[in-house]
């Protein structure tokens, strides 16, 4: 088993009053200045479990970076957490009664409190109506206490009374306060080989809150209705002109009658079509046609300087388009139709809602297809939009997040476009793996439920290598946990763990693996008992300098996958010393007679690599350097795929160096010009590592032609990069060549420095 510790990364923690006092502020800021009332509300809202936060803190009733910041809550009991992982006093569970819960008080005929319901649930009907949910599973989790008492259902079905009894007992002081009773769904638990990025619920959400584009629908108003009706004006007035000037021939009683039509039209169209104002400047054409036209129609007569106005208004429309009805004019009126009838956006995007609306909502889509087909003949009477009208490409893709496909094909879709985005993804998938561990088909459902429910549990900012709550540790898990089959689960877990693993690798080449990824590979690796240190990134601005023991077992590991390679050489790592140190470690830890929960040689390591002995003053930077060769070391994550997991990613290892060198040249690109780059520069050098240690796993001919190749790829980038790369090649080219990268104009690339990085300033002509 690994020690999972975990270091939660909060920017400003290192303070820790003062960044929910800087929240607080940003928050009440605007809540008092924000001009749409749905975001004052929600800020109104982000205010006060702020000041939740702060007060707690005062009054000492909440302890921040302890894994129970909230004194009278238990671990098993999920908090309230806010940005940063700060707890506030409250309970996820708690609050006030949902309808759910009110519709289930009023069904049991019990008042609606939740220790009343909780009681009925205990009782024969109570028991009769959770197997029926166990049973056709269709139920859901806002928070894992929900399913506390489907855990004890199923525990009295299977005849152990005893362990129900034992777990009603952790549960009934909290019975008045959380929710325990499960939430009814409209549909079975999800297919678990499928996941989904959103719900076709959200996507319909999605598309609901668009609006049509104003500046495309004030076009298309005068297009369809201002230029049509500017042309029956001008129409009107030319009938005045005889074969000369406007007005040279009186308007009779009929020219006047239709003049008024035209005016009762105006007033109706500009009542029901407001985008467009144009018409209603006296300066412009319309205007001035519309006004001479009101004076005639009133029988007055048009002084000079209107009369002046309106002849020059008529002659130069004549002259820019032609004469209404006439070849020029006709089929300049023709294409503007054409285009003014094509569909908006807005209105395409409604015609997919309405697709939307007949799926189940709750769950994503096999198919997408039908979704984003294009008008159908049906559709096209029904909604007045044109047979065959395309699905715009921005629909298209909102729309693709609610594809419901194994994860793989997920990321060839481009529907996960991110190692962040997978680790989104990953729960849902481990929560197949785990639920393989029992044999019974309804705790399966209930276990795979429940662990999305968990890993939705907001983590925690933790402090002096403090672990979060585990799912094992909740008293439900625990009292099923008899009920395991480790033979089920351990071969599944593997073969997840390993997919899931190239999968990252392969797809996001370059890119460090997020804490909630690593963690979910954590919890596949304990359950195919692969002996795989996974670790975390840790947050340089709380980190209080010392490592857990599965550092130096993962450090470990890179040593036998990595000795006396171009990684050794580059990073100059002597990885005999280190498997050396990790020997005598755990061999001290198993003489002694409690674990340890540091590594403080590995540390010592770390500080010495980084020229950080401890003697300096405290600064981010320092930090980030010392986790930076806590990083190197263990190839965060790397070596322990290849070497316990086996992953083998299908390009091949110099695809995968070539295509983080594509990633450095991307990044570097961003350096210029860029005020405050040293965040992008840190990133640069991961990707660097990362194609690193994929060079060191080529065959030295296949490694040869990589490296000698990469000058390729600066060239499709700004010159500056290829100068502020330079000394990077260099070095990795002597490196290669058995020497040190640090001398004849190398340079070793590393992310964090305490003095100004040698990659910052702009490269010399």
């Known amino acids: 088993m690994n020690d999972d510790a975990e270091q939660q990364h909060s920017a400003g923690a290192g303070d820790l009053p003062a960044y929910p006092q800087a929240m607080r502020a940003q928050a009440f800021r605007t809540w008092l200045t924000h001009g749409e009332a749905d975001t004052r509300n929600r800020a109104a809202?982000?205010?006060?479990?702020?000041?939740?936060?702060?007060?707690?803190?005062?009054?000492?009733?909440?302890?921040?970076?302890?894994?129970?910041?909230?004194?009278?809550?238990?671990?098993?009991?999920?908090?309230?957490?806010?940005?940063?992982?700060?707890?506030?006093?409250?309970?996820?569970?708690?609050?006030?009664?949902?309808?759910?819960?009110?519709?289930?008080?009023?069904?049991?005929?019990?008042?609606?409190?939740?220790?009343?319901?909780?009681?009925?649930?205990?009782?024969?009907?109570?028991?009769?109506?959770?197997?029926?949910?166990?049973?056709?599973?269709?139920?859901?989790?806002?928070?894992?206490?929900?399913?506390?008492?489907?855990?004890?259902?199923?525990?009295?079905?299977?005849?152990?009374?005893?362990?129900?009894?034992?777990?009603?007992?952790?549960?009934?002081?909290?019975?008045?306060?959380?929710?325990?009773?499960?939430?009814?769904?409209?549909?079975?638990?999800?297919?678990?080989?499928?996941?989904?990025?959103?719900?076709?619920?959200?996507?319909?959400?999605?598309?609901?809150?668009?609006?049509?584009?104003?500046?495309?629908?004030?076009?298309?108003?005068?297009?369809?209705?201002?230029?049509?009706?500017?042309?029956?004006?001008?129409?009107?007035?030319?009938?005045?002109?005889?074969?000369?000037?406007?007005?040279?021939?009186?308007?009779?009683?009929?020219?006047?009658?239709?003049?008024?039509?035209?005016?009762?039209?105006?007033?109706?169209?500009?009542?029901?079509?407001?985008?467009?104002?144009?018409?209603?400047?006296?300066?412009?054409?319309?205007?001035?046609?519309?006004?001479?036209?009101?004076?005639?129609?009133?029988?007055?007569?048009?002084?000079?300087?209107?009369?002046?106005?309106?002849?020059?208004?008529?002659?130069?429309?004549?002259?820019?388009?032609?004469?209404?009805?006439?070849?020029?004019?006709?089929?300049?009126?023709?294409?503007?139709?054409?285009?003014?009838?094509?569909?908006?956006?807005?209105?395409?995007?409604?015609?997919?809602?309405?697709?939307?609306?007949?799926?189940?909502?709750?769950?994503?889509?096999?198919?997408?297809?039908?979704?984003?087909?294009?008008?159908?003949?049906?559709?096209?009477?029904?909604?007045?939009?044109?047979?065959?009208?395309?699905?715009?490409?921005?629909?298209?893709?909102?729309?693709?997040?609610?594809?419901?496909?194994?994860?793989?094909?997920?990321?060839?879709?481009?529907?996960?476009?991110?190692?962040?985005?997978?680790?989104?993804?990953?729960?849902?998938?481990?929560?197949?793996?785990?639920?393989?561990?029992?044999?019974?088909?309804?705790?399966?459902?209930?276990?795979?439920?429940?662990?999305?429910?968990?890993?939705?549990?907001?983590?925690?900012l933790l402090l002096h290598l403090a672990r979060q709550v585990r799912t094992e540790e909740l008293p439900w898990i625990r009292a099923v946990s008899g009920y395991r089959v480790d033979d089920q689960g351990q071969e599944a877990a593997l073969t997840a763990l390993r997919q899931l693993g190239e999968l990252a690798v392969q797809a996001f080449p370059g890119t460090l693996l997020p804490n909630p990824l690593v963690r979910e590979l954590g919890v596949l690796a304990r359950q195919a008992e692969a002996g795989a240190p996974f670790v975390e990134e840790l947050a340089s601005d709380i980190f209080m300098g010392t490592f857990t023991p599965k550092f130096l077992a993962a450090a470990r590991v890179a040593a036998e996958v990595l000795g006396g390679t171009l990684y050794e050489r580059y990073y100059a790592i002597d990885y005999a010393a280190v498997r050396n140190l990790a020997l005598t470690e755990a061999s001290e830890s198993l003489r002694g007679t409690h674990r340890a929960r540091t590594s403080p040689e590995f540390a010592k390591l770390c500080a010495a690599r980084a020229d950080e002995p401890g003697t300096r003053s405290w600064s981010v930077a320092a930090n980030g350097k010392v986790i930076e060769q806590a990083q190197i070391l263990t190839t965060h994550n790397l070596a322990t795929l290849v070497g316990r997991i086996g992953i083998a990613p299908e390009p091949g290892w110099g695809d995968l160096a070539r295509r983080c060198f594509a990633t450095v040249c991307l990044l570097t690109a961003r350096i210029h010009g860029n005020p405050r780059p040293l965040s992008t520069i840190k990133d640069a050098a991961y990707a660097w590592r990362q194609m690193v240690f994929h060079l060191s796993l080529c065959d030295p001919a296949e490694q040869a032609r990589v490296i000698s190749r990469l000058g390729e790829e600066t060239a499709r980038h700004p010159e500056h990069v290829s100068a502020r790369l330079a000394p990077a090649l260099i070095g990795l080219r002597q490196a290669a060549a058995g020497g040190s990268p640090d001398t004849g104009g190398g340079r070793r690339f590393l992310g964090w420095t305490t003095e100004p990085h040698w990659l910052r300033p702009a490269p010399r002509a």
């Open 45 to 460: 809202s982000r205010v006060g479990r702020w000041q939740a936060v702060l007060s707690g803190m005062t009054e000492r009733r909440l302890t921040i970076g302890s894994r129970t910041p909230v004194a009278d809550l238990p671990a098993w009991v999920t908090p309230e957490v806010v940005r940063g992982g700060f707890a506030t006093s409250a309970a996820s569970a708690e609050g006030p009664l949902q309808p759910y819960e009110r519709e289930a008080a009023s069904l049991a005929g019990v008042p609606a409190e939740r220790r009343a319901l909780f009681a009925y649930c205990l009782t024969e009907p109570g028991l009769a109506r959770l197997y029926a949910l166990l049973d056709s599973g269709r139920y859901e989790f806002a928070v894992p206490e929900e399913a506390a008492l489907l855990f004890v259902a199923w525990l009295v079905r299977a005849g152990d009374v005893a362990g129900a009894l034992e777990l009603v007992e952790i549960l009934e002081p909290w019975a008045d306060r959380l929710r325990f009773t499960p939430r009814p769904s409209d549909l079975p638990t999800p297919d678990v080989q499928a996941v989904h990025r959103r719900t076709v619920g959200d996507v319909g959400a999605s598309l609901s809150a668009r609006r049509p584009h104003s500046a495309v629908e004030t076009q298309r108003e005068a297009l369809s209705v201002w230029q049509p009706f500017g042309d029956e004006l001008l129409t009107h007035w030319l009938e005045t002109a005889g074969t000369g000037r406007v007005l040279d021939r009186v308007p009779d009683d009929t020219w006047q009658e239709r003049g008024a039509m035209l005016l009762r039209r105006y007033r109706d169209l500009a009542a029901a079509h407001t985008r467009c104002t144009k018409h209603r400047d006296p300066k412009e054409n319309l205007g001035i046609l519309r006004g001479a036209l009101e004076e005639a129609v009133a029988g007055r007569p048009l002084d000079a300087r209107r009369l002046g106005l309106l002849r020059h208004a008529v002659e130069s429309m004549v002259r820019r388009r032609g004469r209404p009805g006439s070849g020029q004019h006709s089929e300049l009126r023709a294409r503007q139709a054409v285009q003014a009838a094509r569909p908006s956006r807005h209105a395409l995007a409604q015609l997919v809602l309405r697709r939307l609306s007949g799926l189940p909502q709750q769950t994503g889509a096999a198919d997408l297809a039908p979704l984003v087909a294009d008008v159908s003949a049906r559709e096209a009477a029904e909604t007045g939009l044109p047979e065959g009208a395309v699905v715009p490409v921005t629909v298209r893709r909102v729309v693709e997040a609610a594809l419901s496909a194994p994860i793989g094909t997920l990321v060839e879709r481009g529907v996960v476009p991110s190692a962040e985005v997978l680790a989104e993804l990953v729960p849902q998938l481990v929560a197949a793996t785990t639920s393989q561990e029992y044999r019974d088909q309804a705790l399966r459902s209930l276990v795979a439920a429940h662990y999305r429910a968990f890993r939705n549990r907001r983590s925690l």
